[in-house]
């Protein structure tokens, strides 16, 4: 008789496993009936991360929300061969230990060079385009490799350099041209 009872009994127990951490919920239900009315519910904070029906086994893994205090969460399990199978208990899911931000590196600033004084003609870093230096000799550019050579010496000067000098020509010959008026204008007043 006592064969018969332990016979009777059902093959298989339904086996509730469940975990919280500090960042996820794994639920893992094994054993159930195979009929897909069975239902898991998740709530964490009193908010429904998961409802769900499932039949035989259930099994998964949900990521919880970044929470700065422990956080209830709640497993609700309804078998749908007894309320004797049925589920209902609560976990905490306490914070994380977040690692130290590292600092972020602050840019240094270089001090910005402002002279307090307007420097000296003397003291310029570019000499006047019409003055040679004396300080520091010309350097000649090197020859371009890309185009063939010619036979006209390098001598510094730019497409610009005509129209210079015309303008330059035009301020003496005015200036002589203001000279010479201004002396006749003398002579004729005496």
Not at 24 to 40: E, G
Request: glycine share 6%; hydrophobic share 30%; aromatic share 2%.
């Amino acid at each position: 008789m006592v064969g018969a009872g332990v016979f009777a009994s059902p093959a298989s127990a339904h086996t509730p496993d469940w975990s919280v951490d500090c960042s996820t919920v794994t639920v893992d239900l094994k054993s159930y009936s195979s009929d897909p009315t069975n239902t898991v519910t998740l709530q964490a904070d009193g908010k429904d991360l998961l409802s769900e029906k499932f039949g035989g086994g259930f099994h998964k893994k949900l990521d919880l929300a970044k929470h700065d205090k422990p956080l209830e969460v709640r497993l609700i399990v309804k078998a749908n061969d007894g309320d004797q199978h049925n589920v209902d208990d609560t976990k905490t899911s306490p914070v994380c230990d977040e690692p130290e931000p590292e600092p972020t590196p602050t840019p240094t600033e270089t001090p910005s060079e402002t002279p307090s004084e307007t420097p000296s003609p003397s003291e310029s870093s570019t000499p006047p385009a019409d003055t040679p230096s004396s300080s520091a000799p010309a350097e000649e550019p090197a020859p371009s490799t890309s185009e063939p050579s010619s036979d006209l010496a390098e001598t510094g000067s730019s497409n610009s350099t005509p129209i210079i000098a015309g303008i330059a020509a035009a301020v003496v010959a005015a200036g002589g041209g203001l000279l010479m008026l201004a002396r006749k204008r003398r002579s004729a007043q005496q």
